[in-house]
């Protein structure tokens, strides 16, 4: 966990993101960290999938876990609702522990949520741990194209760099590798959409859509497993 690269930052909906110098590249949209992840992710990933298939268990795959905010405000969602969460997020390079509390995330979240994951980081880096009834956590500490699991996949929260940093997250081969354990029927969305993007979704067996993007973008990608 060597974060020399990484510093805290501001963004404008108040709530914190980090840099990361080495990449050229922010964590979440400057425009707001905490509605960039609230919108993309929770709202029209979670919230839509569980109004389309509404169950009382959701399994969801993160590409790029980074400091947990998409984790933590989808696990007060499943607390709220009594749905169990099981949660894998893959990260290359997990953060070191003081870097997760330098981001404030804790004024977002339910106070019980926050101490669990606290509780369990960094142990969650190398196998599941529960985190309450409704929660569990394993981050993958793995780089994409080496990830591989057995489990089934419902959602696939999909929050790599941009493609101008990291083009070689958003090839076809590493689109296959995370929506290849994502059931028929299942949501993969991303902050992002571009024309190869949709082609390379259509191209893996996925129907796409374009849903209102988070502040400061218009459109985003929505895309089912047919
Ligand atoms: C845009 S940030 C993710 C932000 C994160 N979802 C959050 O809420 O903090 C991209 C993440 O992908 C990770 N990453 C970069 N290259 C990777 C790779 N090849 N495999 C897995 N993770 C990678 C970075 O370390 C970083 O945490």
């Not at 999938?49 to 984790?71: C, H, M, R, Y």
Request: glycine share 8%; with cysteine.
């Amino acid at each position: 966990m060597n974060n020399s690269n990484l510093t805290v930052a501001e963004t404008a909906d108040g709530s914190k993101t980090i840099y990361n110098a080495a990449v050229g590249e922010f964590y979440h949209s400057r425009h707001g960290a905490l509605q960039e992840s609230k919108h993309v992710f929770v709202k029209s990933g979670l919230e839509y999938l569980l109004q389309k298939d509404p169950s009382d268990s959701v399994a969801i795959l993160e590409v790029g876990f980074g400091t947990g905010l998409n984790f933590l405000l989808s696990a007060d969602f499943c607390n709220e609702r009594r749905i169990t969460l099981d949660y894998t997020g893959i990260e290359g390079y997990p953060l070191s522990p003081e870097m997760l509390q330098d981001t404030g995330y804790d004024a977002f979240v339910e106070p019980a949520t926050w101490q669990a994951f606290i509780g369990v980081y960094p142990q969650a880096t190398l196998s599941a741990q529960s985190m309450g009834d409704y929660c569990r956590l394993h981050i993958d500490h793995t780089l994409l194209n080496d990830f591989t699991s057995t489990k089934t996949f419902d959602l696939v929260y999909f929050d790599a760099f941009a493609a101008i940093h990291q083009p070689e997250m958003w090839t076809d081969a590493s689109l296959e590798r995370c929506t290849r354990n994502l059931r028929q029927g299942g949501v993969f969305v991303t902050y992002a959409i571009t024309g190869n993007l949709k082609r390379s979704m259509k191209g893996l067996g996925f129907s796409i859509e374009k849903a209102p993007g988070a502040p400061g973008k218009r459109e985003m990608l929505r895309a089912i497993k047919l």
